[in-house]
T-cell receptor, first 115, second 114 residues
Framework: AQSVSQHNHHVILSEAASLELGCNYSYGGTVNLFWYVQYPGQHLQLLLKYFSGDPLVKGIKGFEAEFIKSKFSFNLRKPSVQWSDTAEYFCAVTSSGAAGNKLTFGGGTRVLVKP | AAGVIQSPRHLIKEKRETATLKCYPIPRHDTVYWYQQGPGQDPQFLISFYEKMQSDKGSIPDRFSAQQFSDYHSELNMSSLELGDSALYFC?????????????FGPGTRLTVT
């Protein structure tokens, strides 16, 4: 069974600081990888996704993530955060080649950006 | 662009009551997923449907049932509600066979059981 692990449960940083959130997955086959963001009181929104090709993926709002197959990792980064990036971030995985498969989420990381 | 619609957005029920949550997928999406997100927790997969047939099942209690109708909308029926059922219930939809496998999430239904 696939599983996802996010390294940090809570991150606090100041505006303009750089952000990196760790994500590792466990699955024996090929996977599709996602990062979702959930702003307070809102639903999940897709930040970025990886299926194949260039392992460095760029998403919305200045976020990017790098897929490192050898490390089973898909870390999320943003060079300079804003107060509006305060949210909870979820890494998720589905098994590739099996459309219709469920998403397995990591435990989430709550990010608080101080103005 | 059309998004996933869920109704109601908020629901308050008492213990042992029943609840029905509805999900309307994006037009032409044939697959629907249900997820449950408890307070401070990550979303957990409950069940999914493809072309009106159950395609996968997760940690869905026996008290819950779901189905997908001919117009592709789905309903999650919850009976004998317990306090622990209080959560945000998300529906997502996708197109089976789509190259990106992306699931599009609805705004969720917040269920409070008192």
């Amino acid at each position: 069974a696939q599983s996802v692990s996010q390294h940090n449960h809570h991150v606090i940083l100041s505006e303009a600081a750089s952000l990196e959130l760790g994500c590792n997955y466990s699955y024996g086959g090929t996977v599709n990888l996602f990062w979702y963001v959930q702003y307070p009181g809102q639903h999940l929104q897709l930040l970025l996704k990886y299926f194949s090709g260039d392992p460095l993926v760029k998403g919305i709002k200045g976020f990017e993530a790098e897929f490192i197959k050898s490390k089973f990792s898909f870390n999320l980064r943003k060079p300079s955060v804003q107060w509006s990036d305060t949210a909870e971030y979820f890494c998720a995985v589905t098994s590739s080649g099996a459309a219709g498969n469920k998403l397995t989420f990591g435990g989430g990381t709550r990010v608080l950006v101080k103005p | 662009a059309a998004g996933v619609i869920q109704s109601p957005r908020h629901l308050i029920k008492e213990k042992r009551e029943t609840a029905t949550l509805k999900c309307y997928p994006i037009p032409r999406h044939d697959t629907v997923y249900w997820y449950q997100q408890g307070p401070g927790q990550d979303p957990q997969f409950l069940i999914s449907f493809y072309e009106k047939m159950q395609s996968d099942k997760g940690s869905i209690p026996d008290r819950f049932s779901a189905q997908q109708f001919s117009d592709y909308h789905s309903e999650l029926n919850m009976s004998s509600l317990e306090l622990g059922d209080s959560a945000l219930y998300f529906c997502a939809s996708s197109v089976r066979g789509a190259a990106d496998y992306e699931q599009y999430f609805g705004p969720g239904t917040r269920l409070t059981v008192t």
